[in-house]
C-alpha cells in the first residue's frame, strides 16, 4: 500500500495532485485578494501574491491542464526560463513579508522586521538588473551567482531569524505559522537534496514540493482564517462594549435630563423668588449712580462757594495791609497775592492735587497773613521721612479753611508768639495718612466768645464745605476722609493753650 501511495505521488503531475496543489493556491489568491480589499489588511495581499506566484511556478510540471501544452512548446521552455529568477526572488519576498506581518513582528521586534524590508527591498533592484543581462546575454551566469551565493543566504538568515522571532510570541496562531514554515522547509531542503544527484532530480520527486507547498497553504490558511476568528470574537466584543456603553450613557443621560430638570425647576424659583431683589438691587444701583452724580455736582458747587470764600478773606488780608503800609510793600504783596491766586484755581480744577502743591498753597497764603500781623506768625511744615510729598495725593484745598481758622480765629486776638504747624504722618499700617494743623491760639471757647461781640466772625462756611467734601471722597473711594478738632489745654489748669485739627486721609499715590 505504501508503494502504491509513493508511485501515486511520483506521477503527481500527470494524476492530477499536481493539478489539484495548483488549484488550491489559485483559489487562494483570489480568496485572500478579494479579503484584502475587504479588510485592508496587508498580509492577505502578501498570502495572495504568494500563492500565485507559488502557483505559476508550478503550472509548468502539470500537464493537461491550464496551458501546459504551451509550457511543453519551445516558446514556452523559454518562458519559463525566463520567468525563473524573478517568481524566486517574489516569492521569498512576499512569504517573509506575509509572516513578519501577520505575527505583528514589527511590534516587538521592529530593528528586525525593518533589515528584512531593507534588505529585500534593497536586493530586489540588484536582482532584476542582473536577471535582466542574463536574458540579453544567455552566457552571463551573474544573476546564478548572486542567486547561490547571496540571495539564498540572505533568505535563509531572515527565515531563521523570523522562525526564532515566532516562537517567542504569545500568540496562537504562531504554531500554524511555525508548522507551514518548517513543512515547506523541510520540502524545500529535500529536493534541494535530490537535486545533487542529477539522475533522481526529476519530476517524479516533485511531489514532496507539492505536499510540502499543500501542507503550508493550509497551515497558513488555518493561521489566516484563525487570526480573523480573532479579529471578529473582538470586534463583538467592542461592539458589546459599545452597545452596553451606550446604553449606560442612555442612562446617565437621562439621569443627567431628570437633574437638569429638577434644577431648572428649582432655578426657575429662585429665579421668580429674587426677581424682586435683582429690581431692588437695580433701583439701588441706579440711585446710587444718581447719588454719586449729585455728589459730584454739589462738590462743584462746593468748590464755586469756596473760591470766592476763600479769595474774600484773601482779599480781605491784602486789603488792611494796603490801608496800613506803604504802596512799595503792597505791590510786593500784590504780586505774591496774584501767585497764590493762581495757585488757587488751578487747584479748585481738581478734585485731588499733591501733598506739595497742597502745602505751597498753605505756604503762600500764611506769608500774607503773617505780614498782616506783623510777622508774627511762625509757620512750620513737618513731614515725616519715607512720605513723598511729589507722589502723595489729597483733596484740593482741602487744609486752607483750618489754617484760615487758626488765623482768624485763634492766632488774631492772641498776644505774644504766633505759631502754626502741619505736620504729615504715616500710620503705622502704612496705608492711611494724618495731618494735623495746630496752633498756639486762644481755643475754640474763646473764640466764640470772641465772636457773640462780632457777628462778622461767626462759624467758618469753609468747615461746612470741607465736611461736606469729605463726605464725597469718603463715597467715592470707599476710604475713610474725616477730621476731628479738640483744644490744647494746660493740664494744670485748664487754661487754653491751641487747636489741634487731625484729618484722616488714605494714602493716595499718583
Given at each position: 500500500?505504501?508503494?502504491?501511495?509513493?508511485?501515486?505521488?511520483?506521477?503527481s503531475?500527470?494524476n492530477?495532485?499536481g493539478?489539484?496543489v495548483v488549484?488550491?493556491?489559485?483559489?487562494?489568491?483570489?480568496?485572500?485578494?478579494?479579503q484584502?480589499?475587504?479588510?485592508?489588511?496587508?498580509?492577505y495581499?502578501?498570502?495572495?501574491?504568494?500563492?500565485?506566484?507559488?502557483?505559476?511556478?508550478?503550472?509548468?510540471?502539470v500537464?493537461?491542464?491550464?496551458?501546459?501544452?504551451?509550457?511543453?512548446?519551445?516558446?514556452?521552455?523559454?518562458f519559463?526560463?525566463?520567468?525563473?529568477?524573478?517568481?524566486?526572488?517574489f516569492?521569498?519576498?512576499l512569504?517573509?513579508?506575509?509572516?513578519?506581518?501577520i505575527?505583528?513582528?514589527?511590534?516587538?521586534?521592529p530593528?528586525?522586521?525593518?533589515?528584512?524590508y531593507?534588505?529585500?527591498?534593497?536586493v530586489?533592484?540588484?536582482?532584476?538588473?542582473?536577471?535582466?543581462?542574463q536574458?540579453?546575454?544567455?552566457?552571463s551566469y551573474?544573476?546564478?551567482?548572486?542567486?547561490?551565493?547571496?540571495?539564498?543566504?540572505?533568505?535563509?538568515?531572515?527565515?531563521?531569524?523570523?522562525f526564532y522571532?515566532?516562537?517567542k510570541q504569545?500568540?496562537?496562531?504562531?504554531?500554524?505559522?511555525?508548522?507551514?514554515?518548517?513543512?515547506?522547509?523541510v520540502?524545500?531542503?529535500?529536493?534541494?537534496?535530490?537535486?545533487?544527484?542529477?539522475?533522481?532530480a526529476?519530476?517524479?520527486?516533485?511531489?514532496?514540493?507539492?505536499l510540502g507547498?499543500?501542507?503550508?497553504?493550509?497551515?497558513f490558511?488555518?493561521?489566516?482564517?484563525?487570526?480573523?476568528?480573532?479579529?471578529?470574537?473582538d470586534?463583538?466584543?467592542?461592539?458589546?462594549?459599545y452597545?452596553?456603553?451606550?446604553?449606560?450613557?442612555?442612562?446617565?443621560?437621562e439621569?443627567?435630563n431628570?437633574?437638569?430638570?429638577d434644577e431648572?425647576?428649582?432655578?426657575?424659583?429662585?429665579?421668580?423668588?429674587?426677581?424682586?431683589?435683582?429690581?431692588?438691587?437695580?433701583?439701588?444701583?441706579?440711585t446710587m449712580?444718581?447719588?454719586?452724580?449729585?455728589?459730584?455736582?454739589k462738590?462743584?458747587a462746593?468748590?464755586?462757594?469756596m473760591?470766592?470764600?476763600f479769595i474774600?478773606n484773601?482779599?480781605?488780608?491784602i486789603?488792611?495791609?494796603l490801608?496800613?503800609?506803604?504802596?512799595?510793600?503792597a505791590?510786593?504783596?500784590?504780586?505774591?497775592?496774584?501767585?497764590?491766586?493762581?495757585?488757587?484755581?488751578e487747584?479748585?480744577?481738581?478734585?485731588?492735587?499733591?501733598?506739595?502743591e497742597?502745602?505751597?498753597i498753605?505756604?503762600?497764603?500764611?506769608?500774607?497773613?503773617?505780614d498782616?500781623?506783623?510777622?508774627?506768625?511762625?509757620?512750620?511744615?513737618e513731614?515725616?521721612?519715607?512720605?513723598?510729598p511729589?507722589?502723595?495725593?489729597?483733596?484740593?484745598l482741602?487744609?486752607?479753611?483750618?489754617?484760615?481758622?487758626?488765623?482768624?480765629?485763634?492766632l488774631?486776638?492772641k498776644?505774644?508768639?504766633?505759631q502754626?504747624?502741619?505736620?504729615?504722618?504715616?500710620?503705622d499700617?502704612g496705608?492711611?495718612?494724618?495731618?494735623?494743623?495746630?496752633?498756639?491760639?486762644?481755643?475754640?471757647?474763646?473764640?466764640?466768645?470772641?465772636?457773640?461781640?462780632?457777628?462778622?466772625?461767626?462759624?467758618?462756611?469753609?468747615l461746612?464745605?470741607?465736611?461736606?467734601r469729605?463726605?464725597?471722597?469718603?463715597?467715592?473711594?470707599?476710604?475713610?476722609?474725616?477730621?476731628t478738632?479738640y483744644?490744647?489745654?494746660?493740664?494744670?489748669?485748664?487754661?487754653?493753650?491751641?487747636?489741634?485739627?487731625?484729618?484722616n486721609?488714605?494714602?493716595?499715590?499718583?
Open positions: 500500500m505504501l508503494k502504491n501511495l509513493t508511485d501515486f505521488f511520483k506521477e503531475n500527470q492530477g495532485f493539478f489539484l488549484s488550491v493556491l489559485f483559489y487562494l489568491f483570489v480568496f485572500f485578494l478579494i484584502f480589499f475587504q479588510h485592508k489588511k496587508r498580509f495581499l502578501f498570502y495572495s501574491l504568494y500563492a500565485l506566484v507559488t502557483g505559476v511556478t508550478l503550472m509548468k510540471y500537464e493537461g491542464v491550464f496551458f501546459s501544452d504551451f509550457f511543453h512548446s519551445p516558446s514556452g521552455r523559454g519559463v526560463a525566463w520567468v525563473h529568477y524573478p517568481t524566486q526572488l516569492a521569498s519576498m512569504f517573509s513579508f506575509f509572516v513578519l506581518d505575527m505583528q513582528l514589527k511590534n516587538d521586534h530593528k528586525f522586521v525593518k533589515w528584512a531593507r534588505a529585500y527591498l534593497g530586489a533592484p540588484l536582482y532584476l538588473v542582473l536577471w535582466a543581462v536574458l540579453m546575454n544567455p552566457r551573474l544573476i546564478d551567482y548572486f542567486h547561490g551565493f547571496f540571495f539564498l543566504p540572505m533568505s535563509l538568515i531572515v527565515f531563521v531569524g523570523g522571532l515566532v516562537l504569545d500568540r496562537i496562531i504562531k504554531w500554524y505559522i511555525l508548522s507551514g514554515m518548517s513543512a515547506l522547509f520540502s524545500y531542503l529535500i529536493i534541494t537534496l535530490y537535486s545533487f544527484e542529477e539522475s533522481r526529476s519530476d517524479e520527486t516533485l511531489y514532496i514540493f507539492y507547498v499543500l501542507l503550508e497553504s493550509l497551515l490558511a488555518l493561521a489566516i482564517g484563525l487570526e480573523q476568528k480573532m479579529v471578529y470574537r470586534k463583538a466584543h467592542v461592539q458589546k462594549k452597545i452596553e456603553q451606550l446604553e449606560e450613557n442612555q442612562v446617565i443621560k439621569s443627567i431628570r437633574t437638569l430638570s431648572l425647576l428649582q432655578t426657575k424659583a429662585e429665579i421668580e423668588g429674587l426677581s424682586s431683589e435683582a429690581q431692588r438691587e437695580r433701583t439701588e444701583k441706579l449712580k444718581m447719588e454719586n452724580r449729585f455728589a459730584q455736582l462738590l462743584d462746593l468748590r464755586s462757594q473760591n470766592p470764600h474774600f484773601a482779599l480781605n488780608s486789603k488792611s495791609y490801608i496800613e503800609n506803604d504802596q512799595e510793600k505791590i510786593y504783596y500784590l504780586g505774591r497775592f496774584s501767585k497764590l491766586i493762581r495757585g488757587i484755581l487747584s479748585s480744577r481738581k478734585d485731588l492735587v499733591t501733598l506739595k497742597e502745602l505751597d498753605i505756604e503762600m497764603y500764611t506769608e500774607i497773613e503773617s498782616r500781623f506783623k510777622n508774627n506768625i511762625e509757620y512750620n511744615a513731614i515725616d521721612e519715607g512720605i513723598a511729589d507722589d502723595i495725593l489729597i483733596p484740593s482741602i487744609l486752607q479753611p483750618f489754617v484760615e481758622n487758626s488765623i482768624w480765629h485763634g488774631t486776638t498776644k505774644g508768639k504766633k502754626l504747624v502741619i505736620k504729615v504722618q504715616e500710620t499700617e496705608g492711611c495718612l494724618t495731618v494735623i494743623v495746630e496752633d498756639n491760639g486762644v481755643g475754640r471757647e474763646a473764640s466764640r466768645l470772641k465772636n457773640r461781640q462780632n457777628p462778622l466772625k461767626g462759624q467758618s462756611l469753609g461746612t464745605i470741607v465736611q461736606d469729605l463726605d464725597f471722597f469718603s463715597k467715592k473711594y470707599h476710604e475713610d476722609f474725616s477730621y478738632i483744644d490744647i489745654k494746660d493740664e494744670e489748669t485748664g487754661k487754653a493753650l491751641g487747636t489741634t485739627v487731625i484729618m486721609l488714605p494714602k493716595l499715590t499718583v
